[in-house]
Protein backbone atom coordinates (compact mmCIF):
# COMPACT_ATOMS: atom_id res chain seq x y z
CA UNK A 1 0.00 0.00 0.00
CA UNK A 2 1.70 3.45 -0.93
CA UNK A 3 2.33 5.75 1.46
CA UNK A 4 -0.33 8.50 1.54
CA UNK A 5 0.99 12.57 1.57
CA UNK A 6 -1.25 12.71 5.18
CA UNK A 7 1.28 9.85 6.67
CA UNK A 8 4.53 10.87 8.79
CA UNK A 9 7.47 9.37 7.97
CA UNK A 10 9.35 8.65 11.47
CA UNK A 11 12.77 6.59 12.50
CA UNK A 12 12.52 2.82 13.46
CA UNK A 13 10.51 0.58 11.85
CA UNK A 14 7.81 0.34 13.29
CA UNK A 15 6.01 -1.34 10.53
CA UNK A 16 4.33 -4.36 12.02
CA UNK A 17 4.17 -5.88 15.33
CA UNK A 18 4.47 -9.21 14.66
CA UNK A 19 2.87 -12.22 12.85
CA UNK A 20 -0.58 -11.47 14.19
CA UNK A 21 -0.14 -7.48 13.72
CA UNK A 22 -0.77 -5.60 11.30
CA UNK A 23 1.17 -2.62 10.04
CA UNK A 24 0.91 0.55 12.33
CA UNK A 25 -0.09 3.39 10.36
CA UNK A 26 1.13 6.88 11.15
CA UNK A 27 -0.90 10.01 10.36
CA UNK A 28 -1.54 13.31 12.92
CA UNK A 29 -4.00 11.67 14.78
CA UNK A 30 -0.79 9.41 16.38
CA UNK A 31 2.57 11.34 15.25
CA UNK A 32 2.86 12.93 18.48
CA UNK A 33 2.38 9.73 20.85
CA UNK A 34 4.25 7.91 18.52
CA UNK A 35 7.25 10.34 18.02
CA UNK A 36 7.32 10.99 22.15
CA UNK A 37 7.38 7.09 22.30
CA UNK A 38 10.00 6.70 20.08
CA UNK A 39 12.63 9.04 22.02
CA UNK A 40 13.00 7.64 25.97
CA UNK A 41 16.24 8.93 26.58
CA UNK A 42 14.13 12.17 26.53
CA UNK A 43 11.16 11.05 29.29
CA UNK A 44 11.91 13.79 32.27
CA UNK A 45 10.21 10.25 34.12
CA UNK A 46 11.01 6.89 33.12
CA UNK A 47 7.03 6.19 32.92
CA UNK A 48 4.28 7.62 30.59
CA UNK A 49 0.51 6.87 29.48
CA UNK A 50 -0.89 6.39 26.58
CA UNK A 51 -4.38 7.32 26.37
CA UNK A 52 -6.74 7.08 22.75
CA UNK A 53 -10.08 5.07 21.40
CA UNK A 54 -10.42 1.39 21.78
CA UNK A 55 -9.37 0.14 17.96
CA UNK A 56 -6.83 3.10 17.27
CA UNK A 57 -3.73 0.72 17.29
CA UNK A 58 -2.43 1.67 21.26
CA UNK A 59 -1.85 -1.96 21.90
CA UNK A 60 0.21 -2.49 18.93
CA UNK A 61 1.92 0.85 19.72
CA UNK A 62 2.46 -0.48 23.60
CA UNK A 63 3.69 -4.36 22.08
CA UNK A 64 6.25 -2.32 19.30
CA UNK A 65 6.90 0.01 22.00
CA UNK A 66 7.92 -3.32 24.21
CA UNK A 67 9.88 -4.57 21.58
CA UNK A 68 12.37 -2.11 20.98
CA UNK A 69 12.84 -0.49 24.39
CA UNK A 70 12.56 -3.66 26.80
CA UNK A 71 10.21 -1.79 28.50
CA UNK A 72 6.89 -2.87 30.52
CA UNK A 73 3.13 -2.47 28.98
CA UNK A 74 0.74 -2.44 31.42
CA UNK A 75 -2.41 -2.53 28.96
CA UNK A 76 -5.23 -1.24 31.13
CA UNK A 77 -4.16 0.69 34.50
CA UNK A 78 -7.28 -1.07 36.36
CA UNK A 79 -5.68 -4.64 34.66
CA UNK A 80 -3.42 -4.75 37.94
CA UNK A 81 -3.79 -3.56 41.57
CA UNK A 82 -2.71 -0.39 42.53
CA UNK A 83 -0.53 -1.82 44.73
CA UNK A 84 1.29 -3.20 41.60
CA UNK A 85 0.95 0.14 39.43
CA UNK A 86 2.95 1.73 42.30
CA UNK A 87 5.44 -0.90 42.34
CA UNK A 88 5.67 -0.69 38.49
CA UNK A 89 6.54 2.73 38.39
CA UNK A 90 9.14 2.60 41.26
CA UNK A 91 11.14 0.00 39.60
CA UNK A 92 11.12 1.57 36.35
CA UNK A 93 12.76 5.10 37.98
CA UNK A 94 15.16 2.47 39.42
CA UNK A 95 15.74 0.05 36.38
CA UNK A 96 16.15 2.72 33.40
CA UNK A 97 13.86 0.54 31.73
CA UNK A 98 10.55 2.39 30.51
CA UNK A 99 6.79 1.93 31.87
CA UNK A 100 3.87 2.27 29.42
CA UNK A 101 0.60 2.38 30.81
CA UNK A 102 -2.04 2.15 28.18
CA UNK A 103 -5.88 3.64 29.69
CA UNK A 104 -9.05 5.19 28.18
CA UNK A 105 -8.37 8.49 29.95
CA UNK A 106 -5.91 10.31 31.45
CA UNK A 107 -4.65 9.68 34.80
CA UNK A 108 -6.38 12.70 36.58
CA UNK A 109 -9.49 11.13 36.06
CA UNK A 110 -9.10 7.83 37.70
CA UNK A 111 -10.07 6.62 41.11
CA UNK A 112 -6.92 6.09 42.71
CA UNK A 113 -6.70 5.66 46.62
CA UNK A 114 -2.90 5.24 47.09
CA UNK A 115 -1.83 8.99 47.78
CA UNK A 116 1.93 7.85 46.47
CA UNK A 117 0.59 7.06 43.67
CA UNK A 118 -1.29 9.57 42.79
CA UNK A 119 1.16 11.96 43.17
CA UNK A 120 3.19 10.22 41.13
CA UNK A 121 1.48 9.98 38.52
CA UNK A 122 0.42 13.11 38.52
CA UNK A 123 3.86 14.02 37.64
CA UNK A 124 3.58 11.26 34.29
CA UNK A 125 3.28 12.71 30.74
CA UNK A 126 0.26 12.24 28.98
CA UNK A 127 0.29 10.54 25.35
CA UNK A 128 -3.00 11.05 23.60
CA UNK A 129 -4.23 9.30 20.36
CA UNK A 130 -6.78 11.25 18.14
CA UNK A 131 -10.09 9.89 16.00
CA UNK A 132 -8.20 9.50 12.64
CA UNK A 133 -8.20 11.92 9.96
CA UNK A 134 -9.23 11.02 6.60
CA UNK A 135 -5.84 9.56 5.31
CA UNK A 136 -5.54 7.57 8.65
CA UNK A 137 -9.16 6.24 8.16
CA UNK A 138 -8.73 5.31 4.59
CA UNK A 139 -5.75 3.77 4.87
CA UNK A 140 -6.64 1.56 8.12
CA UNK A 141 -9.49 0.74 6.35
CA UNK A 142 -7.34 -1.05 3.35
CA UNK A 143 -5.07 -2.28 5.58
CA UNK A 144 -7.71 -3.60 7.76
CA UNK A 145 -9.17 -5.24 4.97
CA UNK A 146 -5.63 -6.73 3.71
CA UNK A 147 -5.21 -8.43 6.89
CA UNK A 148 -8.55 -10.72 6.32
CA UNK A 149 -7.20 -11.43 2.76
CA UNK A 150 -10.23 -9.52 1.22
CA UNK A 151 -9.44 -7.71 -2.30
CA UNK A 152 -11.36 -4.23 -2.37
CA UNK A 153 -12.40 -2.21 -4.98
CA UNK A 154 -9.48 0.79 -5.45
CA UNK A 155 -12.10 3.44 -4.78
CA UNK A 156 -13.95 1.49 -2.25
CA UNK A 157 -11.67 3.21 0.82
CA UNK A 158 -12.47 6.37 -0.73
CA UNK A 159 -15.92 6.02 -1.38
CA UNK A 160 -16.42 5.03 2.60
CA UNK A 161 -14.31 7.59 4.28
CA UNK A 162 -16.20 11.10 3.88
CA UNK A 163 -19.75 8.94 4.33
CA UNK A 164 -19.27 7.41 7.68
CA UNK A 165 -18.16 9.13 11.25
CA UNK A 166 -15.36 9.11 11.81
CA UNK A 167 -13.79 6.85 14.62
CA UNK A 168 -11.79 4.07 14.95
CA UNK A 169 -15.00 2.04 16.58
CA UNK A 170 -16.98 2.60 13.33
CA UNK A 171 -13.99 1.86 10.91
CA UNK A 172 -13.86 -1.61 12.50
CA UNK A 173 -17.65 -2.10 12.39
CA UNK A 174 -17.65 -1.33 8.67
CA UNK A 175 -14.93 -3.66 7.71
CA UNK A 176 -16.72 -6.37 9.61
CA UNK A 177 -20.13 -5.88 7.95
CA UNK A 178 -18.77 -5.61 4.60
CA UNK A 179 -16.52 -8.72 4.92
CA UNK A 180 -19.64 -10.37 6.24
CA UNK A 181 -22.36 -9.59 3.31
CA UNK A 182 -18.79 -9.80 0.68
CA UNK A 183 -18.56 -13.86 2.04
CA UNK A 184 -22.24 -14.15 2.00
CA UNK A 185 -22.97 -12.80 -0.84
CA UNK A 186 -20.15 -13.76 -2.91
CA UNK A 187 -19.53 -10.29 -3.70
CA UNK A 188 -16.23 -8.00 -4.06
CA UNK A 189 -16.46 -5.45 -2.21
CA UNK A 190 -17.50 -2.17 -4.44
CA UNK A 191 -19.70 0.52 -4.39
CA UNK A 192 -23.28 -0.94 -4.75
CA UNK A 193 -22.04 -3.33 -2.12
CA UNK A 194 -21.08 -0.98 0.18
CA UNK A 195 -24.04 1.20 -0.46
CA UNK A 196 -26.57 -1.39 -0.15
CA UNK A 197 -24.67 -2.92 3.14
CA UNK A 198 -24.17 0.02 4.92
CA UNK A 199 -27.43 1.79 4.14
CA UNK A 200 -29.72 -1.99 5.68
CA UNK A 201 -27.20 -1.64 8.85
CA UNK A 202 -27.45 1.80 9.76
CA UNK A 203 -23.80 2.55 9.36
CA UNK A 204 -23.87 5.38 7.14
CA UNK A 205 -25.85 8.17 6.87
CA UNK A 206 -28.03 8.48 3.74
CA UNK A 207 -28.16 12.37 4.04
CA UNK A 208 -23.67 11.58 3.04
CA UNK A 209 -24.64 9.51 -0.17
CA UNK A 210 -23.99 12.10 -2.54
CA UNK A 211 -21.01 13.55 -1.25
CA UNK A 212 -17.78 13.63 -3.07
CA UNK A 213 -15.04 10.57 -2.59
CA UNK A 214 -12.70 11.46 -0.06
CA UNK A 215 -9.22 12.73 -2.55
CA UNK A 216 -7.40 14.67 0.15
CA UNK A 217 -4.68 11.82 0.20
CA UNK A 218 -3.84 11.10 -3.50
Not at 89 to 103: C, R, T, V, Y
Not at 115 to 143: F, H, K, M, W, Y
Amino acid sequence: MARASGQIALPLDWSAGGSNDGPLIVGTSNADAVRYLRHVSTWPVRTAVLVGPRGSGRSLIGRLFARDTGGRVIDGHDSVSEEDLFHAWNAAQASGKPLLIIADAPPATWDIALPDLASRLAAVPVLAIGEPDDCLARDLIEALFAQRGIAIAPEAASYIVPRMERSYAMIHRIVAALDAASLEQGRRVGIRLIRETLLSQGLIDPDLLERQDSDICR
